[in-house]
Nanobody, 124 residues
Framework: QVQLVESGGGLVQAGGSLRLSCAAS????????MAWFRQAPGKEREFVAQ????????YYSDSVKGRFTISRDNAKNTVYLQMNSLKPEDTAAYYC?????????????????WGQGTQVTVSS
């Protein structure tokens, strides 16, 4: 089992940057692929990015490709989401999640563990 705690959200102007962090508890962090999802008010939770267990592969949604970068530091039990060129439509609560599968999956149901979320608001 793993517990996840996100941080780094906030208010930023369009075109700005933020870096989200997700700290995981436990000694088995490197056995999970990690992902970021986001959910805007009135919308379904959507996949943002995924990174495999040792970081050899990353996957992104089309809406963030080229602007966001997911990375992880297994020595620190932490996964990051660097967000550049932010747009108002990126406004959402951002959640990190852990999956026991090391294959690509953008389905929230494939992720067994979730953090509590951190709010990102991008003003125009």
């Amino acid at each position: 089992q793993v517990q996840l705690v996100e941080s780094g959200g906030g208010l930023v102007q369009a075109g700005g940057s933020l870096r989200l962090s997700c700290a995981a508890s436990g000694r088995t962090f490197s056995t999970y692929s990690m992902a970021w999802f986001r959910q805007a008010p009135g919308k379904e939770r959507e996949f943002v990015a995924q990174i495999t267990r040792i970081g050899t592969r990353t996957y992104y949604s089309d809406s963030v490709k080229g602007r966001f970068t997911i990375s992880r530091d297994n020595a620190k039990n932490t996964v990051y989401l660097q967000m550049n060129s932010l747009k108002p439509e990126d406004t959402a609560a951002y959640y990190c999640a852990a999956s026991g599968s090391n294959s690509y999956t953008g389905r929230a149901a494939e992720y067994a563990y979730w953090g509590q979320g951190t709010q990102v608001t991008v003003s125009s």
